[in-house]
């Protein structure tokens, strides 16, 4: 843990330049933060990481943050970070752990005991959407044709995921072949301990398919190495235009994966709002709008209050979804 008394924060006043044609400026108070060490419970090379290395890298960029650290502590789905997070309590109180929808499935399926209730909410900060990725040499050259071997024979297709059975990845996919017709409960899913290791069975022949998130997928399909066949937006994503959505190929399916920052429990109502008004200026500098345009992200910004509020919504809705899905009793 970084030293408590590296943790003072300072006000400092700052002005926003913004253009549009003409320049005019504004000023604004906000809080710097001194230190802050992000907490990834997963490998290098999945969502989680992207988002942690993102965020401090905007954070950085834009000198709201002094000091940046990051700390890649992967096991139990994610359990092993949220442990050890709950475990260090007020001692930790520089750290953000990066976390998403799975907490709440994982909880609902207790793969961990423990949930988002054990920690603070402090800021959900962006949403991806889902993705269905093949290797560049596999025979699926669109997602019809995953489907039509879905449909004819459901273990023929191995599904990988960098979330254990029943959780995000395995969900996403159970719902889209649900949506063509398909049988949920039969999709042959092999977990992988982040996304990093599930595009690494992916390329190596392992599996043939990757359900994965949209941002986790564009490095390599932009060098060529894997192809997108289908998102799980509303829309088309701006950063992958010539990926079609689920529901324009005619299945009726969408999903967003929102990714928030979470404290130690015991985390102050001051020092949640600390973090926030840090968080709500950073989202306002081009440094961020880099980031966040190079992973194809959509703002989801969401304070501690409205944040807590929101995952309260998701607990219920995924929980139903779940039940309906055969993956909770």
Avoid at 261 to 290: C, I, N, R
Avoid at 304 to 322: K, R, S, V, Y
């Amino acid at each position: 843990m970084l030293n408590q008394l590296r943790r003072k924060t300072r006000a400092v006043m700052y002005t926003a330049a913004l253009c549009c044609g003409a320049m005019s400026a504004a000023h604004a108070a906000t809080h710097t933060i001194d230190d802050v060490h992000f907490l990834i419970p997963g490998g290098a090379g999945g969502g989680w990481d992207s988002t942690a290395r993102g965020l401090g890298e905007a954070l950085m960029k834009s000198k709201i943050a002094h000091t940046v650290s990051f700390e890649n502590m992967s096991g139990g789905g994610g359990g092993k970070a949220i442990a050890h997070l709950i475990k260090a309590g007020k001692q930790a109180e520089d750290t953000l752990m990066i976390n998403s929808t799975p907490i709440i499935i994982r909880a609902l399926s207790k793969v961990f005991p423990q949930s988002f209730h054990d920690l603070t909410p402090v800021a959900a900060v962006v949403g991806d959407y889902a993705a269905f990725v093949v290797s560049k040499n596999s025979p699926y050259q669109n997602f019809q044709q995953v489907v039509e071997a879905y449909l004819k024979n459901p273990r023929s297709v191995t599904i990988g995921g960098g979330s254990a059975k029943g959780s995000m990845d395995h969900l996403v996919a159970a719902m889209a072949f649900q949506a063509a017709g398909g049988d949920p409960r039969r999709v042959k899913y092999i977990p992988y301990d982040a996304g990093g290791k599930a595009m690494a069975a992916l390329l190596s022949g392992e599996t043939q398919v990757l359900s994965t998130g949209l941002s986790e997928a564009i490095n390599l399909a932009q060098a060529g190495e894997v192809r997108i066949l289908a998102m799980t937006g509303d829309t088309r994503s701006a950063v992958a235009s010539e990926v079609p959505t689920l529901k324009e190929l005619g299945y009726d399916a969408t999903f967003v994966n929102w990714r928030g920052v979470f404290g130690p429990p015991g985390l102050s109502d001051a020092q949640v709002k600390h973090y926030d008004d840090a968080l709500a200026a950073m989202f306002q500098t081009p440094e961020w709008k880099t980031v966040r345009d190079r992973y194809g992200w959509v703002d989801l910004y969401k304070p501690g209050p409205e944040f807590l509020a929101f995952l309260n919504e998701q607990e219920t809705q995924i929980g139903q979804l779940m039940k309906t899905l055969g993956f909770l009793r």
